[in-house]
């Protein structure tokens, strides 16, 4: 079964004991925590992308989709690997030997390209779901980590606005370090496994 952006969504309402007819928090408010803890996940475990771009004889330079956070390797019209840049600035000289940088979005090119289309393999942030029936961008096994993230975010913001009121109930200050302590467990886990994979592979 798919899990969905409605699914996950619900399954931070029961973390936050929010199932009421009348809930505390607004699904743009969850959403928001979802999406902030989708997007530090995603600086640890970027989704893989392929995107290509058509050009034009003669172009220096490519955009690339904004969710691209690193780029791995470029492939010319013909399937060859176009290395990157190592040492100076790129000079587009003629003779040259044709090679990449990326920065900010944009590949810029060592000489002139020939025209066609090029694929280029990127790390990439994970997409947000177009509305709540498409699949979070999460596998299963972590979506406990984006749950603990978003969960924290929710009670920050609850525990602003109810700041503005008077003082925080030490229940509820105690519920937001619950959180933050929860959400700093689910990374070290993570991490502590990242690591011991990492080791086990050197031996």
């Known amino acids: 079964m798919t899990t969905t952006l409605a699914n996950v969504r619900d399954r931070l309402r029961t973390r936050l004991e929010d199932t009421s007819g009348s809930p505390l928090w607004a699904d743009a408010t969850l959403d928001d925590g979802l999406k902030r803890a989708l997007d530090d996940y995603s600086q640890w475990s970027p989704a893989e992308a392929a995107p290509t771009f058509t050009a034009t004889a003669g172009d220096v330079t490519a955009a690339l989709p904004s969710e691209a956070l690193r780029v791995l390797r470029v492939s010319d019209p013909n399937g060859w690997g176009i290395p990157p ?40 942030a994970r997409t947000w779901p177009a509305d709540d029936a498409t699949a979070f961008p999460v596998s299963d096994s972590d979506l406990g980590l984006i749950i603990a993230g978003a969960a924290v975010y929710a009670l920050e913001v609850r525990g602003v606005q109810e700041w503005k009121r008077g003082a925080l109930p030490a229940r509820y200050s105690q519920a937001i370090l619950d959180a933050r302590s929860a959400y700093a467990s689910e990374w070290r886990e993570r991490r502590r496994v990242a690591r011991s994979t990492t080791l086990r592979s050197t031996n």
């Open 85 to 124: 840049q190592h040492g100076d600035s790129l000079r587009y000289a003629a003779d040259e030997e044709l090679s990449w940088s990326f920065f900010a979005g944009l590949l810029r090119f060592s000489r002139p390209l020939a025209a066609g289309s090029y694929t280029v393999y990127t790390l990439a």
